[in-house]
């Protein structure tokens, strides 16, 4: 089995390994940090990078950044105005 794949149970039967990615993609993720956020959240403390916490903390962290961009699709012209504050600057002023 891959470092991706994991087992689930189903309620009768059986089924085999399920792959991250296969997941990601059966479910349409394509947003970059949403597919990390939900990578983070499936194995989370499973990969041997990290602990716990950590993967929860990175995973809190790619959930900010998939608002972040889904705000900028919704509303474009408020990002590209030079007068409006950067996305990023939020995560600064933390």
């Not at 085999?16 to 990601?24: C, E, K, S, T």
């Not at 041997?48 to 889904?70: C, H, P, Y």
Request: with cysteine.
């Amino acid at each position: 089995m891959s470092k991706h794949g994991r087992i689930i149970y189903p309620v009768t039967g059986s089924l085999p390994p399920i792959d991250v990615y296969a997941v990601l993609d059966a479910f349409q993720v394509t947003c970059p940090a949403r597919q990390h956020a939900i990578k983070k959240l499936l194995c989370t403390g499973l990969r041997g990078k990290g602990d716990t916490l950590r993967d929860l903390r990175e995973a809190k962290a790619s959930v900010q950044r998939a608002i972040e961009l889904e705000q900028v699709r919704a509303e474009p012209e408020e990002w590209t105005n030079p007068d409006h504050d950067s996305p990023d600057d939020d995560l600064h002023s933390e």
